[in-house]
């Protein structure tokens, strides 16, 4: 069958209502196949033989959904199985909530919409948060993983990434210095040669490449994924972009295909206000690297202020992507171009 571990781990959930308030929207980005948009919170990351994983707590249609998921090794593990006790908050007792006996490890569909290997594990109900007067949780995961023998397992588990998105890049030099992008790439997106999406904020258009974009935003290719029915395979399409103005788009496709921000960035007209402006921007698409870029020149109480209004905007507009037009013949020309 194959060589069978097992551990048991403790997780305590805090700020319960917070979390619970974001099942609405969690919904509604479920709905539209935009999972990387999705909120959750995280546990971990634990060891349990040479496997390193985390949990990860989705509110998600009056539930709140707990999923297991692999940090390193996946391709090893053939099957899992879990027992869930949780706190009874009257009796300070643990009671047994939920059994899974040997399962396939198989992504669910959030895990295969973000392309990571992620099970659902547990669903809490409504009614077990509304016991919980402390606004916690606690439950403890007695989990037991079968694995492939015919596989040779490290000998020691991987070292799991960092918990940062894909765009985070070594330390820069210098505020504005590029480190992993060519030159090419900056005169192919002023070019627009062999651009396969057009985006228009405020009325102007910019021409770009669906697999930089993708490659250098998990956002970007969420967003894509979902739209990849309407938008079809190989026809240009004419995307429209909510909660970015036209500036601070251009500049975070700037520093997409270059990792970097123009040299004269810090010359434009209220730079702080740029500055505010584009961290919004690279805080909706994940570009965590523009973000500490940005963060440097805003104080502490700014970017939590920033935050702040995030949090309240943030699933106003499910989908920050909407097809405007599907045509290989349009001309982006016509468009109105203005620059706020």
């Known amino acids: 069958m194959g060589t069978s571990i097992e551990g048991v781990f403790t997780v305590e959930v805090q700020k319960l209502t917070e979390l619970v308030s974001q099942d609405e929207a969690n919904t509604a980005l479920l709905k539209l196949g935009s999972f990387e948009r999705m909120y959750y919170a995280k546990y971990g990351p634990f060891t349990l033989g040479n496997i390193t994983f985390e949990i990860r707590l989705y ?12 940090l390193s090794n996946a391709e090893f593990v053939k099957k899992f199985g879990s027992i869930t006790l949780l706190i009874n908050p009257k009796q300070n007792a643990w009671v047994m909530s939920n059994i899974i006996y040997q399962k396939d490890f198989k992504s669910d569909a959030i895990g295969e919409g973000m392309g990571v290997p992620m099970v659902n594990f547990q669903d809490f109900g409504v009614a077990l948060w509304k016991e919980h007067s402390k606004d916690c949780l606690g439950f403890k995961l007695i989990l037991g993983l079968i694995l492939d023998d015919s596989k040779k397992v490290p000998s020691k588990p991987n070292k799991p990434e960092p918990a940062v998105h894909p765009d985070v890049k070594p330390p820069m030099e210098g505020p504005h210095r590029p480190t992993v992008c060519s030159s090419d790439l900056i005169t192919t997106l002023l070019s627009g040669d062999f651009a396969d999406i057009h985006f228009v904020v405020d009325g102007q258009t910019f021409a770009a490449h669906k697999a930089v974009l993708a490659a250098r935003s998990s956002v970007f290719r969420s967003e894509f994924l979902a739209l990849q029915r309407e938008m079809g395979q190989n026809s240009p399409v004419l995307i429209s972009i909510q909660l970015v103005d036209a500036l601070s788009f251009k500049y975070l496709l700037h520093f997409i295909y270059t990792d970097s921000l123009t040299p004269d960035f810090d010359e434009l007209a209220d730079p702080l206000e740029r500055y505010q402006r584009l961290f919004i921007a690279a805080h909706l698409f994940k570009m965590d690297g523009l973000k500490l870029i940005c963060e ?45």
């Open 296 to 340: 440097k020149k805003l104080t502490g109480a700014v970017t939590k202020n920033i935050l702040s209004i995030l949090d309240l905007i943030n699933f106003q507009i499910p989908g920050l992507l909407k097809i405007v037009q599907k045509d290989c013949d349009m001309k982006p020309e016509e468009i109105t171009t203005t620059t706020k």
């Open 59 to 70: 509110p998600l249609g009056g539930l709140l959904q707990s999923h297991l998921c692999l």
